[in-house]
Each structure stands twice: as structure tokens, then as C-alpha cells.
């Protein structure tokens, strides 16, 4: 296992020299954030990146996320060109021998909270979702500045969308990520870099539009759509988790199995009721998620990819980006980097 760091790049708070601080953390998780939806990625710009983050003794060990378009999704006929586009951003990251690509095929919204300060008894904040107060938002006037958007809409343009997405049953957008990974899945093979699906969070439909990778059931049928080893999944402890009839560790073990998970995402969530939850500190003692029996399932497997902790707390007055301080996702990569300690010198292997 490589434990990693998300990084927003040279803008963001946490800085490469804070990340090389983490024991034990060696991996960078960044993206060119500032390349829209569509594009191919300039060489030049994943060349200075790359040079950046060697610069300061890491390693660039994930690119999380190139943006899926939305007309790939709805499988318009502007597609293939689109798609080209991102079989070129591919090849690019293997020149820069980043193994692993994160992304996912969520329409419209990306991850998606009601809350980006939800207060703990501790005293600390936290992301939170609640599905009654979802449906509580009014989408007329457009995304605005709220947490879960890939791209900003304005109210015309996010008309024009979930329009469009209405004649998109969940049937039609798994055919449309057949036709995607049928024509990347090649590209990335060729390109040395593994494809990591992420999981739709939170793992139900919302605004009425289709969310289909949820379960065990989804991830077999991922898997089969093109099954080869560079179709995988990021394995997201706090979106599968968000479901209580997720059973974390045997979806761990079923897909593991198959060599499919190339990724982790390790956090922990509490289910606060029916499509709610709040995001909690990473020990399973805080949370819902076992993530002892998570790490072991995943050690039990063969995983060697890289892990990150994801999202953390706002703690002791930290302010920056939420759910991407420095000082809860640091104390989270102790933890994760401590079970995965014991759990290998249990198993005698060091």
C-alpha cells in the first residue's frame, strides 16, 4: 500500500512541504483543476506538475479526476471527439508515469453535501448530507456556490441539462459508460495506467437524475462491462458507507479478489437516518465504517495501490477548503498507516 495526499495544486493551503511532513506519506493526488471538461490535457502543464511534486521529494501517484463530459454521459454526438480528447489526456499521464486515474460518471453534480460545516459536539466541523434538506434546494437560479458541482451552471444551462438527463434512465447512462470505457480502456492499458471508477456519493439518485455505482451488484457490472485489469474502482469507504446495506469489507474481498481495486479512498461516515449522514474522524470507533475490517479485507487481497485519507474535519481553528485541511487528513494518514502496520506484522509480513 502507498499512502497518499490529495493536492489542489499551488493554490491550495496545504502545501507540497506540508504533505512531505506526513510520516509515512510519499503519494500525491492532484489534478490540472484548471482545464475544463473536454479538453485534452497539455503535456506542458502535467510535465510542470509532475517536476513540482519531485521537486519536493514525492511521488505523483494518482490523477484524481479527469472530468468525464456531460455530453459522454448523455451520449450526444459530440462524444467521440470528446472522448478522443480524454484518451489523449491518458496517454499524457502515462508519459509521466502516473499509474492510476481516478474519475467518475456522476451527472451533473459531482460529491455532494448539504452542509460544509456541520458543527460536532467537539467542536469541530464537518461535511454532512441530509436528503430532506436537499430537496429544500432551489436549483432555479442555477448551482450557485454550492458544495457538489463538477462545473457552475447558470440557471438556463442547468435547465437545459436535467432536461436532457430526463430521457436518460439508469440503463441508458451504464450503456453510455460502456461506450466510454470500451474506447479508453484500450488507451489506458496501452498508456500503462490503471482506470479507477469513483463511486457515486452519495450513493443514490438525487434531483431525480441516475446514480449507478452503489453497490456490490453495480461493481460486478462495471467490472464485466469491459473486463480487463485496467477497469477498476476506487474503493470509497465513505460513499459505500453511506448506505448501511453496503457490507464494506466483502465488496473488498469479492472485487479485490479480481485484482479490480486500484484505488483507495479510507473515511468514515455515521448514518444520521434515511439518506443522511454526517462525516466523522477516520477510527471506526467514530463512525460507522469498520476500518480495521475495511484495511484488513484489503491486505487480505493483495492491495498495493495507493490509499488516501479522504475528507477530514475543520479542526483546532484550521479554515481553508472544506473537507481538505491539512491537520484532521494528517491525523486520519497516522491512523490508516497504523492499522496497516499491524495488520501486515499480524500477518508476519513486514
Same mark, same amino acid.
Given at each position: 500500500m502507498e499512502l497518499t495526499f490529495r493536492w489542489y495544486g499551488p493554490s491550495d493551503l496545504v502545501t507540497l512541504g506540508h504533505i512531505r511532513q506526513i510520516p509515512a506519506v510519499r503519494g500525491v493526488v492532484t489534478s490540472l483543476h484548471d482545464i475544463p471538461p473536454g479538453e485534452a490535457w497539455p503535456a506542458a502543464a502535467l510535465d510542470a506538475t509532475a517536476a513540482s511534486i519531485d521537486q519536493a521529494g514525492l511521488?505523483? #501517484?494518482?490523477?484524481?479526476?479527469i472530468p468525464v463530459h456531460e455530453d459522454i454521459k448523455l451520449g450526444r454526438s459530440t462524444r467521440d471527439r470528446l472522448i478522443d480528447n480524454w484518451c489523449r489526456s491518458v496517454e499524457r499521464i502515462g508519459d509521466v508515469d502516473v499509474?492510476?486515474?481516478?474519475?467518475?460518471?456522476?451527472?451533473?453534480?459531482d460529491w455532494m453535501r448539504t452542509s460544509l460545516a456541520e458543527p460536532l459536539p467537539d467542536g469541530s466541523t464537518t461535511l454532512a448530507y441530509d436528503d430532506e434538506t436537499l430537496r429544500r434546494i432551489d436549483l432555479s437560479s442555477g448551482t450557485g456556490a454550492l458544495p457538489g458541482w463538477a462545473a457552475a451552471y447558470d440557471a438556463s444551462a442547468? #435547465?437545459?441539462?436535467l432536461e436532457a438527463y430526463s430521457a436518460v434512465p439508469s440503463e441508458r447512462l451504464w450503456e453510455n459508460l460502456e461506450y466510454f470505457l470500451q474506447r479508453v480502456v484500450p488507451v489506458a492499458e496501452a498508456a500503462n495506467v490503471k482506470l479507477?471508477?469513483?463511486?457515486?456519493?452519495p450513493p443514490w439518485p438525487i434531483f431525480n437524475l441516475?446514480?449507478?455505482?452503489?453497490?456490490?451488484?453495480?461493481?460486478?457490472?462495471l467490472v464485466s462491462l469491459v473486463d480487463r485489469p485496467a477497469n477498476g474502482v476506487t474503493f470509497c469507504t465513505g460513499s459505500f458507507g453511506a448506505l448501511p446495506t453496503n457490507d464494506l469489507p466483502a465488496m473488498i474481498r469479492e472485487i479485490g479478489a479480481q485484482g479490480r481495486i486500484h484505488f483507495a479512498h479510507c473515511r468514515n461516515v455515521r448514518v444520521t437516518g434515511?439518506? #443522511?449522514?454526517?462525516?466523522?474522524?477516520?477510527?471506526?470507533?467514530c463512525?460507522?465504517?469498520?476500518?480495521f475490517a475495511v484495511l484488513r479485507a484489503l491486505h487480505d487481497t493483495g492491495f498495493a495501490g495507493p490509499m488516501r485519507p479522504d475528507h477530514g474535519r475543520m479542526?483546532?481553528?484550521?479554515?481553508?477548503?472544506?473537507?481538505?485541511?491539512?491537520?484532521?487528513?494528517?491525523l486520519g494518514a497516522m491512523y490508516l498507516h497504523g492499522l496497516w502496520e499491524g495488520i501486515a506484522h499480524m500477518k508476519g509480513a513486514a
Open positions: 511521488e505523483f #501517484a494518482v490523477v484524481e479526476s499509474p492510476v486515474v481516478c474519475y467518475n460518471f456522476m451527472p451533473v453534480f442547468l #435547465a437545459a441539462l479507477a471508477i469513483h463511486p457515486d456519493d441516475p446514480r449507478i455505482i452503489t453497490d456490490i451488484a453495480s461493481l460486478r457490472r434515511e439518506h #443522511a449522514f454526517s462525516e466523522t474522524p477516520h477510527p471506526t470507533v463512525g460507522d465504517v469498520d476500518m479542526i483546532w481553528g484550521e479554515r481553508g477548503r472544506p473537507g481538505y485541511g491539512l491537520y484532521d487528513r494528517a
